[in-house]
């Protein structure tokens, strides 16, 4: 069973989000949490919320519990960017991109194996 959350629009680079995602990628939805509370990186911050998210789909409308729930993708792209201009000498503007990351996370649950191969 799949559960997912998505975040949009998102004033974060994908960049910073994308380092962040890549070092909690691998870790239980447990550890990602505490590993997401003590970074300091500023992906970190919409990381958390959309994962918090998804936990909270999974509590609310599947009646699963956290400890039952394992990270299966999370997927970071790429928001329209703001066009913004910095004024420069002799009335020049140098102009540059304030860029924003769409995030989605997709959570599964653990299924336990019996013992039995197919």
Request: glycine share 6%.
């Amino acid at each position: 069973m799949e559960i997912t959350a998505i975040s949009k629009s998102t004033r974060v680079a994908p960049r910073k989000v994308r380092l962040v995602a890549d070092a909690i990628r691998k870790l239980s939805v447990g550890e990602a949490l505490v590993a997401l509370s003590v970074l300091k990186n500023r992906g970190g911050q919409p990381l958390e919320k959309t994962l918090k998210s998804a936990i909270a789909n999974a509590l609310a409308n599947k009646n699963l519990k956290q400890e039952e729930l394992k990270i299966k993708a999370i997927e970071v792209g790429e928001a329209p960017a703001y066009k913004r201009f910095h004024p420069s000498t002799r009335g020049r503007v140098h102009p540059y991109k304030r860029r924003g990351s769409h995030i989605k996370i997709v959570l599964e649950t653990k299924e336990e194996n019996n013992g039995t191969k197919s």
